[in-house]
């Protein structure tokens, strides 16, 4: 009988982002807003945003592509695909489904994770359990976002924050490193402070819903900055704790990418330099579950993350949620 522990860790990473840009500039001409505000407050300068025909599981697609290559796998040695996402195609099917479709993933098991921004994270920590307990041996996750399709963009409180993409990683068992310890949480209180309204079966879409914008994000921002300091720095010790690293182990952080001040509060508390803290908003805004992917991805295609490296991924968002990974490379 084989009695060695399977350890879950990531076996390849990949991103997609759509091509059109969309700067600070561009949005000063359709809201009371400017370059400036924009940069100092939020750190963002410009996002990408899908064209009308592009849905979230289109993004998916070519990010899974790109994971499944870095990692060697074909789509039937799939077993399990787990996508994180607040702007699903449509309701249902889940958009894993219609991505295990599009790849010909005919092996996987598939289901959409709703934890808004926290989502990849708890998608991750699913994608572990299936993997070490023996249910699955290659799951793809992946975060994937259609902001703009959900974004009121005549609010300025919240259009200058989002962006589309998607980014996706191949989870499976590793003989070194892994993934160490995972931390989740909840605070469904805080949930009326970050929402989309309209649609559900609390207020279906109705005339009156459409009217009134209740299809759009809603977001009590200055409410999501405070828990969002708070917990980015807590979460990201406790997984550190409890991974048995201290502080001074960690190499690299991968935070979620929603306020440059938010970042560098989260850096500053854990002792890292910039360097050591991905950042790439500036870019890309904030893309909700996909954004943690995407800065992993482009940090281990970069050089910034490697072999042996100790990693943390940190994120929060609308739930309230929060999740963290402690992962060796
Ligand atoms: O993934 C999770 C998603 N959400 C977040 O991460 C959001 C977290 N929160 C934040 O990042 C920040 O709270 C914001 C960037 C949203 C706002 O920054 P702030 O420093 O908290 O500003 P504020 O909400 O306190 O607003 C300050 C002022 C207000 O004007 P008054 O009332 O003081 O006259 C706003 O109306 O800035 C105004 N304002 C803007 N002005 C120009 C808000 N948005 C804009 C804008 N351009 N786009």
């Not at 310890?181 to 459409?210: C, I, Q, W, Y």
């Not at 190499?251 to 001040?261: E, K, M, T, W």
């Not at 991805?297 to 490296?309: F, L, Q, S, Y």
Request: with cysteine; net charge negative; aromatic share 6%.
């Amino acid at each position: 009988m084989n009695t060695e522990r399977i350890v879950a860790g990531f076996l390849g990473t990949g991103s997609c982002l759509p091509d059109k840009e969309v700067t600070n500039f561009d949005l000063e001409k359709i809201v009371d807003t400017s370059d400036e505000w924009i940069q100092t407050r939020t750190g963002i300068k410009s996002r990408r945003i899908a064209d009308e025909n592009t849905a979230t599981s289109d993004l998916a697609y070519i990010a899974a592509l790109n994971a499944m290559e870095a990692a060697g796998i074909t789509a039937e040695q799939l077993d399990s695909i787990i996508v994180a996402t607040i702007t699903p195609d449509m309701s249902f099917p889940s958009t894993a489904c219609i991505l295990q479709d599009k790849l010909g993933a005919v092996n996987a098991h598939a289901f959409d994770v709703g934890a808004a921004c926290s989502g990849f994270l708890y998608a991750a920590s699913l994608a572990k359990q299936f993997v070490e307990c023996g249910q699955a041996k290659h799951v793809l996750v992946i975060g994937a976002e259609t902001l703009s399709k959900i974004t009121d963009f005549t609010d300025r409180n919240t259009c200058v924050l989002f962006g589309d993409g998607a980014g996706a990683a191949i989870i499976g068992p590793v003989e070194s490193g892994g993934i160490q310890a995972t931390d989740l949480g909840a605070n469904g209180t805080g949930g009326k402070f970050l929402t989309l309204p309209g649609g559900g079966s609390r207020m279906p879409a109705s005339h009156e819903t459409v009217d009134n914008r209740l299809h759009y994000i809603k977001m009590d921002g200055s409410e999501v900055f405070k828990f969002a300091v708070r917990i980015m720095a807590k979460s990201s010790e406790t997984v550190i704790e409890k991974a048995g690293w201290t502080l001074d182990d960690l190499d690299y952080l991968v935070p979620h990418q929603a306020n440059i001040r938010i970042i560098s509060s989260a850096g500053k508390k854990l002792n890292l330099p910039d360097d050591k803290v991905h950042v790439n908003l500036d870019r890309f805004g904030n893309t909700s579950a996909a954004s943690v992917p995407i800065a992993l991805d482009e940090a281990v295609r970069t050089g910034k993350i490697n072999k042996g490296d100790k990693v943390v991924l940190v994120a929060f968002g609308g739930g309230l949620t929060w999740g963290a990974l402690a992962v060796e490379f």
